[in-house]
């Protein structure tokens, strides 16, 4: 509500002598430009941090590797291709992924 209105107050220029609005240029820009530079740096940087890395995890798979899907399925990389990955989820069942849908390497827990 606080900043609603400081973008008002800030959007409003006072009129001069002659009736017609005063202010410069800037004073419309500089909030604009403000609101865009906020949305990068809180919204999409860290979103192309997050997305450089998965990249680069992705990339260094290899085989013997415990990972955790995107589904929420453990397994161990038996196998790497350009664009696929096989994962040994237990009892000799073999599941062919898009290398995206790998969430990240993780090793499953053991339940005693």
């Known amino acids: 509500m606080i900043l609603a209105n400081l973008i008002l ?9 002659d ?3 005063g202010g410069s240029p ?3 820009f ?13 919204m999409l940087r860290p979103q192309q941090k997050r997305a450089a890395s998965h990249k680069q ?3 260094g798979l290899k085989k013997g590797d415990w990972v955790l899907t995107n589904a929420g399925i ?5 196998e790497v291709d350009k ?3 096989t994962l040994d989820v237990g009892a000799n069942m073999k599941l062919r992924f898009a ?14």
Do not use: C, H, N
Not at 30 to 42: D, K, Q
């Open 74 to 78: 453990y397994g161990r990389v038996l």
């Open 19 to 21: 009736g017609a609005p």
């Open 83 to 85: 664009k696929t990955v």
């Open 9 to 17: 107050a800030m959007g409003s220029s006072p009129a001069g002598a």
């Open 99 to 112: 290398k995206t849908a790998v969430g990240g390497i993780e090793k499953p827990d053991e339940e005693a």
């Open 57 to 59: 995890m992705v990339e």
């Open 26 to 28: 800037l004073d419309l």
């Open 30 to 42: 500089l909030p604009l430009g403000l609101t865009v530079a906020i949305v990068y740096f809180l």
